[in-house]
């Protein structure tokens, strides 16, 4: 069995990643990989202390990039398709790593113009669905939401976005993990695939005081825990079991 821990848009709250790891080491047991959606902070140290956390936890990271993000991501995913960030695995747009027997594939960034360094256009995305069409690809790791799929937020709109959906259903993965919306955490199937939103590390309005991460089990059947930090009462909680 693969354990993964799962978090995201930390936004510099490095103060919340150090308590989750700090009041919630049973949880972490046996747990080998981070799966982090991204959006780190405007802080180069945010990246370090990040990775200095999970190294210290026997945890090996595997990241994609979001939006908001310091000069070292930047730099990062303009010269390389993978890069070693202190024991982190940033990928790049379109690159993929393997685990074993397990292939993740990064969508970093978010959808725009092309005016912000994190910004892709439809077609790179459409390109990078004609590469991989076909290929085995376990785990999409991204930044955005599919449209249409966990992609709720602002009351009751959908927030995802179309061409990403397109990659669900045409890349098939058994995971698509998403974040950037800092709503509660969700999760569904879709055909064959399993869709994650992750809840933010960093949270706003009615969700300020909480933050949320996943646990993974990988094995002949996958298991999805989602757990809350209560950050003024320093208390972690399972508020969902997933099983397909």
């Known amino acids: 069995m693969m354990k993964f821990v799962i978090f995201g848009d930390i936004h510099d709250c490095i103060d919340r990643v150090e308590m989750i790891f700090s009041i919630a080491k049973d949880i972490f047991v046996d747990v080998s990989y981070a799966l982090i959606t ?26 994609t990039y979001g939006n908001h993000e310091p000069e070292i991501i930047r730099k990062a995913v303009k010269n390389a398709e993978i890069t070693n960030l202190n024991g982190i695995r940033l990928l790049s747009l379109g690159a993929r790593c393997n685990l074993g027997d397990i292939t993740i594939l990064g969508l970093g960034g978010n959808r725009g113009s092309g005016k912000k360094w994190s910004h892709w256009r439809d077609h790179q995305v459409e390109r990078i669905i004609d590469m991989y069409k076909g290929d085995k690809i376990d785990i999409i790791l991204s930044h955005e939401m599919p449209y249409g799929l966990a992609d709720i937020c602002r009351g009751n709109k959908h927030c995802g976005q179309l061409v990403l959906r397109r990659v669900v259903d045409e890349l098939n993965p058994i995971i698509f993990i998403g974040g950037h919306l800092h709503t509660f955490p969700n999760m569904m199937t879709y055909k064959d ?38 950050v003024s009462e320093e208390k972690v909680s399972e508020i969902l079991i997933f099983t397909p």
Do not use: C, P, Q, T
């Open 38 to 63: 991204g959006d780190y902070g405007e802080k180069n140290e945010s990246v370090l202390r990040v990775a200095k956390i999970i190294r210290e936890n026997g945890i090996i990271g595997i990241s």
């Open 193 to 230: 695939s399993i869709i994650l939103k992750v809840g933010g590390i960093s949270n706003r309005g009615a969700l300020r005081d909480v933050s949320f991460f996943s646990i993974l089990e990988w094995n002949k059947r996958i298991r999805m825990r989602i757990y809350r930090l209560n």
